[in-house]
């Protein structure tokens, strides 16, 4: 987590009051991105799968979103800023992810949520058992397409976007409307900013 957002966290706290998360402009999400439901309000998760909020974030953000009764309300897509300060484990599962979302679009969910698991391993090639858990996923296409520059160039297009309008490092991340979700309980703020939104 960077360190101004760790003061303003730190100043949110002490004031007892949520600061503005306003984003200076809204997250640039690719259109090949895979889509999540049709609501009215738009949610990004700025995904590391390195990271082991990455599993929190993808499997737990859906969840609390179903829970509440919100999955109508919101159309969810998933970006990718993995941390290579943690490694290259997440980096890969991101290339994994990609690659999926172009070779089995169908399967994308459940490949992320395999994925999600990828900061249990230790390195790269343990990542790719981790979409041996998923039906009807063809691993040599996937695993093919993942070796392509466009795949690299991709995520890459994800961190520089996220970081240009001040997404921060940490996990879970989300973005709802041009608004940021993260801090001690960014689930609860997820919903509370699902809830607020106009549509």
């Known amino acids: ?99 999926v979302a172009r070779v089995a679009p169908h399967r994308f969910d459940d490949a992320m949520d395999a994925l999600a698991r990828a900061y249990l391993v230790a390195d790269p090639p343990q990542v790719e058992r981790l979409l ?8 040599d296409a996937v695993l093919a397409e993942a070796l392509h520059p466009e795949i690299r160039d991709a995520v890459t297009l994800d961190q520089r976007h996220a970081r240009v309008v001040g997404v921060p490092l940490g996990q879970p991340r989300f973005v709802v409307g041009q608004q940021l979700a993260a801090g001690p309980e960014p689930l609860q703020e997820l919903l509370r900013l699902v809830r607020e939104a106009p549509g």
């Open 1 to 99: 987590m960077d360190a101004l957002v760790a003061v303003r966290l730190l100043a949110e706290r002490l004031a007892g009051r949520p600061l503005d998360r306003s984003l200076p402009a809204p997250l640039r999400v690719r259109p090949e991105v895979p889509v999540r439901g049709h609501g009215p309000v738009s949610v990004v998760q700025v995904a590391d799968l390195g990271h082991p909020g990455g599993a929190t974030g993808r499997l737990d953000g859906w969840r609390v979103l179903a829970d509440a009764g919100l999955r109508d309300r919101v159309t969810w897509r998933t970006v990718h800023a993995p941390d290579a300060f943690l490694g290259p484990v997440g980096p890969r599962a991101a290339h994994l992810a990609e690659a």
């Open 132 to 139: 041996t858990r998923v039906d009807d996923l063809d691993l």
